[in-house]
């Protein structure tokens, strides 16, 4: 059964950069589309970016384009989301959800969430 775990979360001042990791075990990422999601305080979840099966990427937000980079390390099973240009409003719980091969299965009906990290961008 797959399993995703997210790691890297931590408080950050605006203007900086950090790299949320996502480890994927029960699974690989040559099946699996893993999509990173933000909740921000007192608000729903909201996707940000997604990596396919095959490694097409798909932005889920205007709002983090051009600073947010997803990309996977198919050998370490691992899918990142490099964040630069930190902003205030970047933060939240990050969670990764995996689904069945595509960034539209992983929007609509993923199959497992991971338990998110905490990101925290503040002056």
């Known amino acids: 059964q797959v399993q995703v775990a997210e790691s890297g979360g931590m408080l950050v001042q605006p203007g900086g950069s950090l790299r949320l990791s996502c480890e994927v075990s029960?699974?690989?990422?040559?099946?699996?589309?893993i999509g990173w999601f933000r909740q921000a305080p007192g608000k729903g979840r909201k996707g940000v970016s997604c990596?396919?099966?095959?490694?097409?990427?798909?932005d889920l937000e205007d709002s983090s384009k051009g600073r947010f980079t997803i990309s996977r390390d198919k050998a370490a099973n691992t899918v990142f989301l490099q964040m630069d240009s930190l902003r205030i409003e970047d933060t939240g719980i990050y969670h990764c959800?995996?689904?069945?091969?595509?960034?539209?299965?992983?929007?609509?009906?993923?199959?497992?969430w991971g338990q998110g990290t905490k990101v925290t961008v503040s002056a």
């Open positions: 959800a995996a689904g069945a091969l595509s960034c539209e299965v992983v929007t609509k009906k993923p199959r497992v």
């Open positions: 029960g699974g690989t990422l040559g099946v699996y589309a």
């Open positions: 990596i396919s099966s095959s490694g097409f990427i798909t």
